[in-house]
């Protein structure tokens, strides 16, 4: 079992970077792979990215592309999602999620089983 924490949301401008972090308990956080997902006010949760458990390969949703990366580091329990030139429809709340299976479409959500609670992150204009 594993819980995330994530953190590094907040009030930012468009054009601006964030970076986030999901945090993780527990001595078995390399055997999960990890994914972002992100809900918009009146919108559905939506794939965001997501990295394989040694952090060797990432996958990004086509809106992101470019602009996000995600990265771990597997000796702090931790991944970062790293958010450049931001804009005013990346407004949501990030969450980070973990999963365990061995065949993974990354970005379905009932391939996660651990969730972190999310943090807010909005961007003006």
């Known amino acids: 079992q594993v819980q995330l924490v994530e953190s590094g949301g907040g009030l930012v401008q468009a054009g601006d970077s964030l970076r986030l972090s999901c945090a993780a308990s527990?001595?078995?956080?390399?055997?999960?792979?990890i994914g972002w997902f992100r809900q918009a006010p009146g919108k559905e949760r939506e794939f965001v990215g997501a990295?394989?458990?040694?952090?060797?390969?990432?996958y990004s949703a086509d809106s992101v592309k470019g602009r996000f990366t995600i990265s771990r580091d597997n000796a702090k329990n931790t991944v970062y999602l790293q958010m450049n030139s931001l804009k005013p429809e990346d407004t949501a709340v990030y969450y980070c999620?973990?999963?365990?299976?061995?065949?993974?479409?990354?970005?379905?959500?009932?391939?996660?089983?651990?969730w972190g609670q999310g943090t807010q992150v909005t961007v003006s204009s």
């Open positions: 999620a973990a999963g365990g299976n061995y065949y993974v479409n990354y970005a379905r959500e009932l391939d996660y089983g651990y």
């Open positions: 527990g001595r078995t956080f390399s055997t999960y792979y």
């Open positions: 990295i394989t458990r040694s952090g060797g390969s990432t």
